[in-house]
């Protein structure tokens, strides 16, 4: 389970996410929506612990745990996952032996990760010279989004937070990545959902959704706060 | 830019061998052995015409020290070197320090204490296992002489400097001071005036030699001046791969290397000269390297700058013959108080020359990195081109780096390409690197390789290899664990 608890977010000084709270049981998928600016990727970068966003008040548990003070790396090896909405670019590093680095590290090596990989990758339809390029370099924005998602189907994570996956993927890509979320919520991860568009939840169900404006939560509810918002947009919540 | 030459791992000397994969890389504690004849003071006649007196050596040699001296006195001292406010010649007090040890070619005949120097660099196995020939300067003499058969058949002389001057005296003069004249700048008259040590190395025409040749330099007091020089001449059409490595202790105070390599590439030759300097963190080391490439001739330049408190270096191509090539390629770590000055200098003096320069610096902890280089094409070198590509990592704020690049361009048919750039340590990058599950030093470490990748992949794999070594022991552990 994923508890964001009363966490407000500073970068530079400023206050971008205010008192924040929300729990994503085993299992659970739950949307987290709100207009450009809102502080919804500051929110997912401050849970996964980039310096920069700060918590400077609240608390983040992961399965109960208080995770708030730990390095991303001590948070992605107790099973977080932060799928990038733009994933930097890396001169020199590329996916595939970042992924080779990565299960390394958490001891396991050998030809066999190298073949995981190129399996996944065709699954996700990932193109094999993509794996040793530069990270990211020369990606279009969905080939990105497919080198997030592989990375997400090999690492196995328990809670995944998810900022805009689906935006840049085209018909067969949202599929395939819809699959991957009902799939892993399926297996009792936590998945915690930041989207702008519905087409993705025609898929999914999501248990919850949560609008943040202005860095605050403004409204929770279920798929019909969905539907309003891509009637009338966020209008009515500003 | 299709005209240059683009090598894959393989490519570069067709697989040969450096024996440089597992150089120590670890510092070498103090070390002691005796000497036999130190001369010392300051700079003057007196101590010059003694040199010559213990090296026996011809007239027109000591008159050549004395003629360099005097311009050594003459000249200013260079303005242009922000960082190195005062190179102090009073602290240097030995100036030519001939250890206790008989040359010889066996490493069983040196004495005790300076084999196990040896063998701590690795060099017995390396020259065993890799090289057809290996010089060993220590302080201000060649005290290790190693030739093998093999180089001997092909008809190769190599042989300690001094000596040549001795035994092949006109084929000396033909080329020594003619590539790097002492009048260039007033460390170059003070190297001249002091030479001792260093290695001829001589490829006769049309001969390829398929295994590397080293000369390996060892600083072993502080407070001492190094002045070896090294001269290469590959006849025509011939092949050879030199490379050069520096060492030495950790001292309580600087010593002073100004060393010298002069190359003289004849027609359609090709001389590889590979450095691995890792000096100790004492050293001013002051390197003077040149070639001229004439015909058709190629030279290449490959240096890992990974030791020294202050380096000045600036491999340098004159070249003079028509469609002549040559590369430079230069990697520097400057840590802590380290200063690299490096840069490459290349003169196209003929027709449909080639030349690509490639520096990539790392600087952390308050280092500074300066590349200083120069490209001239002269008028009538038509249908030349040069490419340099110059990039700089800094790891923090306390780190510098400055780029100093020179063009002129007398030729209009020419195309000259120069490219620099600056990256800082980006966060979003490690804290990318991190959400994966990578602690801090692990994701710096992997930005660091891959900032350096794309130039070690054109690179002999053994350096590329030594390189990646030398890498992860200064940053595998930067920036901290957590």
């Known amino acids: 389970m994923l508890e964001v608890d009363n966490v407000s977010v500073e970068v530079n000084g400023v206050t971008v996410v205010r008192r924040v709270s929300l729990r994503v049981r085993r299992g659970e998928i739950v949307v987290l929506m709100g207009p450009n600016g809102s502080g919804k990727t500051s929110l997912a970068y401050a849970i996964m612990g980039h310096p920069s966003y700060r918590v400077v008040e609240g608390r983040i548990l992961l399965e109960g745990e208080d995770v708030t003070k730990l390095p991303p790396h001590e948070k992605a090896r107790r099973g977080l996952f932060l799928f990038f909405q733009n994933p930097v670019e890396v001169r020199g590093v590329n996916l595939l032996d970042l992924i080779k680095a990565v299960f390394e590290a958490g001891g396991v090596s050998g030809a066999g990760v190298e073949k995981l990989v190129l399996e996944t990758a065709d699954k996700v339809g990932l193109k094999k010279t993509l794996l040793t390029r530069g990270l990211n370099e020369g990606f279009s924005g969905g080939e990105k989004k497919r080198s997030e998602l592989l990375q997400a189907i090999l690492l196995k994570p328990r809670c995944l937070i998810m900022d805009e996956p689906d935006s840049g993927l085209d018909v067969e890509g949202v599929r395939l990545l819809a699959d991957f979320i009902r799939e892993r919520a399926g297996e009792g991860a936590c998945i915690l959902l930041i989207t702008h568009y519905p087409n993705l939840l025609n898929y999914v169900t999501p248990s919850k959704v949560l609008v943040l404006v202005k860095g605050v939560v403004k409204a929770e509810g279920g798929m019909e706060l969905v539907e309003k918002i891509s009637r009338e947009g966020y209008n009515g919540l500003v | ?237 011939s092949e050879i791969v030199f490379i050069e490595g520096c060492s030495a202790p950790r001292l309580r105070k600087e010593s002073f290397h100004d060393g010298m390599v002069e190359i003289y590439a004849h027609k359609a030759s090709k001389v590889s000269f590979v450095t691995v300097q890792n000096w100790s963190r004492n050293i001013v080391n002051f390197n003077n390297k040149r070639a001229i490439a004439e015909e058709g001739a190629t030279v290449d330049w490959v240096e890992g700058s990974i030791g020294s408190k202050f380096t000045v270096t600036y491999p340098s191509t004159i070249l003079r013959g028509e469609g002549s090539s040559t590369t430079s390629t230069v990697m520097s770590i400057s840590r802590g108080g380290v200063v690299k000055d490096t840069g490459s200098k290349v003169i196209h003096a003929a027709p449909r020359t080639t030349s690509r320069v490639t520096s990539k610096s790392i600087v952390a902890d308050g280092g500074v990195s300066i590349y200083r280089g120069l490209v001239q094409v002269n008028k009538g070198s038509k249908g030349s081109a040069s490419y340099v590509e110059c990039e700089s990592l800094i790891l923090d704020e306390k780190s510098q780096s400055h780029t100093y690049p020179i063009v002129h361009l007398l030729e209009d048919d020419a195309s000259v390409g120069h490219e620099a750039s600056t990256v800082k340590l980006d966060e979003d990058q490690v804290f990318y690197l991190m959400s994966r599950g990578l602690r801090r030093n692990e994701a710096v470490s992997t930005i660091i390789h891959g900032f350096i990748r794309d130039v070690l992949k054109k690179l002999p794999f053994e350096f590329a290899v030594m390189m990646s070594r030398v890498l992860d022991a200064e940053f595998g552990e930067y920036g901290g664990v957590g």
């Not at chain 2, 040196?110 to 060099?123: A, C, N, S």
């Not at chain 2, 001094?162 to 084929?171: D, F, T």
């Open chain 2, 1 to 237: 830019m299709k005209r240059f030459r683009e090598r894959g791992t393989t490519g570069w000397c067709e697989d040969m061998s450096l024996g440089i994969e597992n150089i120590t890389l670890e510092e070498i504690p103090e070390v002691s052995y005796k000497h036999r004849l130190e001369i010392t003071g300051r700079v003057s006649r007196s101590l010059v015409e003694e040199i010559s007196r213990v090296k026996k050596e011809p007239e027109w040699m000591r008159n050549l020290r004395l003629r360099a001296l005097e311009f050594f006195e003459k000249a200013r001292t260079p303005q242009w070197i922000p960082f190195i406010e005062k190179i102090d010649l009073d602290e240097i007090t030995s100036l030519y320090v001939k250890p206790d040890v008989e040359k010889t070619e066996k490493w069983e005949d040196l004495p005790e204490e300076v084999r196990k120097i040896y063998e701590k660099l690795k060099l017995p196995e390396s020259y065993a296992r890799y090289l057809a020939g290996l010089t060993s300067v220590l302080d201000s003499e060649s005290v290790f002489v190693g030739v093998k058969e093999y180089l001997r058949s092909l008809g190769v002389v190599m042989i300690p400097m001094e000596e040549a001057v001795v035994k092949y005296p006109n084929l000396v003069r033909e080329y020594f001071s003619r590539v790097f004249p002492y009048t260039d700048h007033k460390f170059a008259a003070l190297h001249y005036a002091l030479w001792s040590g260093g290695v001829f190395v001589y490829v006769p025409k049309n001969v390829r030699v398929a295994y590397p040749v080293e000369a390996f330099f060892f600083v072993g007091r502080e407070m001492e001046g190094q002045f070896e020089h090294s001269l290469i001449v590959a006849d025509e059409g």
